[in-house]
């Protein structure tokens, strides 16, 4: 998943004139103690961590009073990782990192490039990587909570069918295929390029899901999963836009993933229309209307009025 979008034009502008003015123009700045400042659930909030903050809602030309941000912010950022511990979401430093490089890449620079200016900005890498973490990992759990509590009934679909002249809305049908080449924790920096060269060189030959099976065999540790039939709106978020505009008959390009290295096949496609179809659009259209953002603030409010604050 990529960094939020929320003010990201700001931060890609900032982080441009700070590349091209160079690292002597920005100051560094001085080492100092770090302080608890608030306690949440048991969890200190640091000065440190407020300063940090402060720094990339100045990157991200937030307006208001940034030190009251800040803390807002770290507050929310502590109760969403806590969230995320009590309902199982782990967002693994090998995704942060993908995300973090792709952040870099996509801004026309390299993780290098991108560490320095946040380290100028007083921002740091570590920092902004732990805010990564937790937007991933907070999205993931307000879209659990969405399905699990937010699903249409049968009287909500048949009145958006109404609306729309009683015509069932379509979607396509994927038949997909996942190979993974593993690749174990502790042995990522060593054995990663040579997987990726071997998964991209299985990808390129891939014509169809029927001969995957026989290209995996004499393969070291490759899994070959076959994910069934796979409705748009349930393609997993990470694969969404990358098997949308993969052909039947071929596979996504290889990507890094906590498990090694992947590539989803697309064994067919097809156009499908049936009240399963009609729950799945009418709720994907829901969760685009705002409503996420508003069912994030909810939880995060419920979360807030559950929790022991403390301020020191």
């Known amino acids: 998943m ?24 920005a100051a560094t700045l001085p080492a100092q103690a770090a302080e608890i400042r608030y306690v949440i659930n048991n969890r200190p909030v640091t000065s440190y961590d407020i300063d940090r903050r402060v ?49 870099a890449s996509s801004n026309g620079m390299t993780a290098a490039q991108l560490s320095q200016i946040l380290g100028q900005a007083g921002v740091t ?18 879209q659990s909570r969405a399905r699990s509590g937010g699903a249409l009934s049968e009287q909500d679909v048949v009145q958006k069918m109404l609306q729309q002249g009683g015509q069932k809305p379509t979607a396509t049908e994927y038949m997909l295929q996942q190979v993974i080449f593993v690749v174990p924790e502790a042995q990522r920096g060593q054995i990663m390029a040579r997987r990726k060269r071997e998964a991209q060189a299985m990808r390129d030959r891939f014509n169809g899901c029927e001969t995957t099976v026989s290209f995996a065999k004499g393969l070291i540790d490759v ?11 349930e393609l997993p978020p990470e694969w ?38 009609a729950k799945m659009v009418f709720q994907t259209e829901q969760s685009g209307d705002g409503s996420f953002e508003n069912l994030s603030k909810q939880y995060t ?10 301020r020191r």
Not at 79 to 99: F, H, K, P, Y
Not at 223 to 233: F, K, S
Not at 301 to 310: G, Y
Request: glycine content about 6%.
């Open 2 to 25: 990529s960094v939020p979008r929320t003010n990201r034009a700001a931060v890609i502008l900032a982080l441009a004139a700070m590349l091209a003015v160079g690292a002597g123009a």
């Open 125 to 142: 890498e570590e920092h902004f990587k732990e805010f990564i973490r937790t937007q991933i990992g907070w999205g993931r759990v307000v």
């Open 55 to 103: 720094a990339l809602l100045r990157l991200m030309q937030r307006k208001g009073n940034i030190n009251e941000l800040a803390v807002e912010e770290m507050i929310d950022q502590t109760l969403r990782q806590q969230e995320m511990a009590r309902t199982g979401v782990n967002i693994t430093q090998a995704m942060v990192d993908q995300s973090y490089a792709n952040f």
């Open 240 to 277: 969404k836009e990358q098997i949308s505009q993969t052909q039947p008959g071929r596979a996504t390009p290889v990507r890094e993933t906590e498990r090694g290295v992947e590539f989803v096949g697309v064994c067919s496609a097809r156009q499908v229309s049936d009240d399963h179809v």
């Open 301 to 310: 409010t419920e979360l807030r009025e559950k929790a022991r604050i403390v």
């Open 223 to 233: 899994t070959v999963r076959d994910m069934g039939r796979v409705l748009e709106p």
